[in-house]
Structure formats: C-alpha cells, structure tokens
C-alpha cells in the first residue's frame, strides 16, 4: 500500500532543519505581521539572498509599520532600486498608510480583509494569516506548487493545474501549527525540493511521492512553453550641464518602472533608432553637430522583453539647463548625488555604461 503524504512527517523535519531566516521567528516566538508583511513583499519575484540586505535595510529604516506609512514615497523607491517591480514599492508604501492611518497600525489577521490591502494578493493574505497569526490557511507560492504537483504526479501543466495544485495543497494543511507548517513547505521546496535536481533521498515525503515512485520528479511540474521575449531598441538622451550635473526625469505613475527616475530617452520600439530621429526626442533642444554617439550598448532584460540601449550625449548651455529643469518631473542631479534618487537597476546600467566608456 502506498504511504499517505502527512503534514506530521513535515513539521517533525521543519522542526530539525528549518531555515534561520532574518524576518521568520525563532521557536516559541510570535511573528511580527510588519517583518513578514515586508519579506513576503520583498521575495515575490525575487530570491531570499537578494532581499535579505534590502529587507535588513528597510527594517532598519523604518521599524513599524508607522514609521514606513510616515516615509517619503521617494526614499521609499530609493532605497528599493535594485529590486525590479517598482510597483510592489508603491503599494508596500500605500499599503503602510492605509495600515497606519485606518487600522490603527495593525495587520488585520483574516485574509479577506488583507486582500483589501494595497499589493496584497492572496499568496501573500494566506501567508500572513498562517506565518503571523497562526490561523489556518492555505499558502500556495511556486514552491508549494512544484511539490504538489510532484508528490502527486500531476501531468497538467501549470498555469492550467493551479485550482488543482490548490486543492490538493488544501488537504495536507493541518489545523495544528499552520504557520510552521506554511513555512516548512517553502523550505522543502527551496532546499530540497528543488527545481532542478530534487534531493528525493532527504525528503520526510519521500515515500508518498508519486514523482519519485514513477520517476518523473525534475520533470514536474510540467509548464506551458514560453513565448520568446521580443526585442525592444531605444536611444538614451544623455545630458550635462556646464557644471556636470546630468538631466533626469522622473516616469509616469503608471506603467513600466511608474514614478522611478530615468535618462530621458526615446521610447522603446521594435526597430533600430536613426540618431536624427532620436535627437528630438531630448528634453532640451540640441543642435544635431552637438550630439556624440557613445559606443556599447546597455542590454536589460524584463519580464516581457528583452530592451537594447545606445546612448547620444551632448551638453548644454546654462539657459538650456535652466528651461529644462522649469519642466515638471526633470532634475539636474550630479553624478554623486544619484544614489539619492529612485534610479531602477536599468537606469543605473546607463550610468555606469557612461561613466565607463568615459563621457
Ligand atoms: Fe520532491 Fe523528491 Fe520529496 Fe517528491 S520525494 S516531494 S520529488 S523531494
């Protein structure tokens, strides 16, 4: 007879090898919802290595939920740049405020009322509920999916078997000990139950999993093929002042890196730009003879494109700088003041890419 998967087998392993993690509680410790609430922000998308400074950072900064809410939105992108998905700073940000401001401080512990919260979707409602307020939820990140799907052999791929992954995610969750239970299958999928080379040997379930019995586990879970990104080409307007001070403009709230600081540029698109056709597209008026095309290219990729930048530099006069900076959203910053700035780690490429090739 095959062994039933038993949440007891994983708690009894979480309870010797669970991760020591900056924003998780030691045994016996109750979760701050605030630590949490900012980690699971900080890790939708992004690994636990590269939020661990950024999370230690903030924490620092800004130690309650208050403090944050009190915060200037741009300090706030500021000292988020880096982390990609700008949005997620904002709503932490709006989200900090309605908390403060309408809730007295305090994270409500059922998972309607947190999916009510700027940014909160219910991955992270169902996590919060179970990490910080031990109630029963069901937790279901990427993690929780590629170790259902494996411990019970589902061929579906995903997204198409997310409402079964679900379900059956929802009939291992106990009543007892949720929150250690949440975080004990994020542990298995983070350190054993890994995408690639699953270490079935170390597993507590390693005799209900259906994956491994029938040997398809790195197989699992099965995914839909992936569109090729297309490729997006655009020209940096790189500006400099008499006194070195270099043009920025803030974006729009909306949209792709809403409300971060860049180099202006031309907008992205799917042909080679001609540098007649990028020079009007500079904040301030240059004459063509003005413009020095700088040699590389910048290469990022985003979660739907992959964007190729060439950069033409010219400088200008005083009354030049002084109408642009009259424009709404455009600063002159100097180069050692840009750390001061919400600058998204493309736009930080850009700098260095100048700086580099010695404008
Ligand atoms: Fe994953 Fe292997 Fe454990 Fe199955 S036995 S859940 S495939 S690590």
Not at 33 to 50: G, H, K, N
Not at 81 to 99: P, Q, S
């Amino acid at each position: 007879m095959v062994a039933q998967a038993r949440a007891k087998d994983l708690l009894d392993w979480y309870d010797r090898h669970r991760r020591r993690l900056p924003w998780r509680a030691l045994p016996g410790e109750i979760s701050d919802p605030y630590a949490l609430w900012l980690s699971e922000v900080m890790l939708q998308q992004t690994t636990v290595t590269a939020v661990i400074p950024y999370f230690e950072n903030f924490l620092s900064r800004w130690p309650t939920v208050q403090a944050l809410a009190s915060a200037h939105l741009d300090d706030v992108l500021t000292q988020w740049a880096g982390l990609g998905y700008y949005a997620r700073a904002r709503n932490l940000h709006a989200c900090a405020r309605v908390i403060s401001e309408t809730l007295e401080g305090s994270f409500p512990d059922d998972e309607e009322a947190l999916i009510r919260l700027p940014g909160i979707g219910s991955y992270t409602a169902a996590a919060i509920v179970a990490i910080a307020f031990d109630h029963r939820a069901v937790v279901v990140d990427g993690n929780v999916e590629r170790v259902m799907a494996r411990l019970h052999a589902v061929e579906d791929p995903l997204p198409q078997s997310k409402p079964r992954l679900k379900k059956l995610a929802d009939v291992l969750t106990p009543a007892k000990r949720p929150g250690d239970y949440a975080q004990a299958v994020m542990d298995l999928g983070a350190t054993v139950c890994t995408p690639k080379s699953p270490s079935c040997v170390l597993c507590p379930w390693q005799k209900p999993c259906a994956a491994r019995r029938l040997g398809v586990a790195e197989t699992l879970p099965r995914k839909l093929p992936k569109k090729a990104k297309p490729n997006r080409k655009g020209v940096c307007l790189w500006l400099t002042r008499p006194d070195g001070a270099i043009l920025l403009r803030r974006r729009p709230e909306k949209g792709l890196l809403g409300g971060m600081m860049e180099v202006p540029s031309t907008p992205w698109g799917d042909q080679e730009w001609r540098r007649q056709d990028a020079h009007p597209h500079a904040p301030v008026t240059v004459a063509p003879s003005k413009w020095t095309s700088l040699p590389g290219l910048i290469a990022h990729t985003f979660t739907h494109f992959h964007l190729e930048l060439h950069v033409e530099a010219a400088s200008v006069t005083v009354r030049r700088a002084e109408a642009a900076a009259e424009k709404p959203d455009h600063y002159w910053v100097h180069l050692d003041a840009m750390g001061e700035h919400p600058l998204p780690s493309l736009m930080r490429k850009v700098v260095k890419h100048v700086v580099k090739v010695g404008y």
